[in-house]
């Protein structure tokens, strides 16, 4: 069978000092680090297993020599973010970095706030992915169980979510049901969301929306499919994947699997 190969391998009980090789894998903490080993260009395989943490990916790529995170082949590899820290379960804030094939998500279970607003105190749970710089690609995860799924900001010019399956996000509160599938917002470049299945969350599907910022330069392609809203809890998900804010969004172009524009 195809065995793919990397120039590092990562364990859940790998070491810093390690040779990266699969039988002495490094953590993912080194191969995220801006000091640790992993150059433009590179592949790293995430072995099979839970990585307890919240991780951000420090080292960039470089123009035609990105550096790929990927999941081992067959393998439930998952980041659960029920630890101690700051920023969500996986940030990645430097340029030309492709995530494939992870599990991300947490076994914090607190879904139910008594506190109104977007940022409460008596629930624990953190953000999925956010992406915060250009040329950053998130293909063929499953993103479930957080706060808000993938935060896909301004900053991430010419990005792409690819093939993502972003599911059961969100909490409720008194005022409504909080966190979207993806939340974005975008001034330069095209942002490029394409066949995405979004389902079962207590905010929006794709939320693009500013009040100050920018909204434009969008290629929206859906999966024709529309799940129904959530059994218990407030969502705000309902019969429609895109959901726009309150202002135009400009430059928006969107179509179904077929091709077909919207």
Do not use: C
């Not at 894998?25 to 995220?32: G, K, N, S, W, Y």
């Amino acid at each position: 069978p195809y065995a793919p190969s990397a120039d590092w391998y990562v364990a859940p009980t790998g070491t810093a000092g390690a040779a990266g090789t699969r039988e002495a894998p490094i953590d993912l903490v080194t191969a995220l680090s801006a000091t640790g080993p992993v150059q433009p260009g590179q592949r790293v395989m995430l072995l099979e297993g839970t990585y307890v943490g919240r991780f951000s990916s420090q080292v960039p790529g470089e123009p035609g020599a990105p550096i790929v995170y990927f999941a081992e082949p067959g393998a439930r590899v998952t980041i659960d973010s029920n630890a101690s820290g700051s920023g969500g379960a996986l940030s990645l804030g430097v340029a030309w970095v492709e995530v494939h094939g992870l599990e991300i998500t947490t076994t914090e279970d607190g879904r139910v706030s008594q506190q109104s607003g977007s940022s409460p105190s008596d629930i624990s749970l953190v953000d999925g992915v956010t992406i915060t710089a250009p040329n950053v690609k998130l293909v063929n995860n499953v993103i479930h169980d957080v706060a808000q799924g993938v935060s896909f900001w301004s900053n991430a010019i010419d990005g792409e979510l690819y093939g993502n399956i972003i599911y059961n996000n969100g909490w409720t509160a008194p005022d409504r049901g909080h966190g979207h599938a993806i939340y974005t917002q975008n001034a330069t470049g095209t942002k490029h969301i394409v066949r995405n299945v979004i389902f079962f969350g207590f905010g929006f599907g794709v939320h693009a929306y500013t009040e100050g910022g920018s909204i434009q330069g969008f290629e929206v392609v859906e999966v024709p499919i529309i799940f129904p809203d959530r059994v218990a809890g407030s969502s705000k998900m309902s019969m429609r994947i895109f959901w726009e804010g309150v202002t135009s969004v400009w430059k928006l172009r969107r179509a179904d699997l077929t091709g077909r524009r919207a």
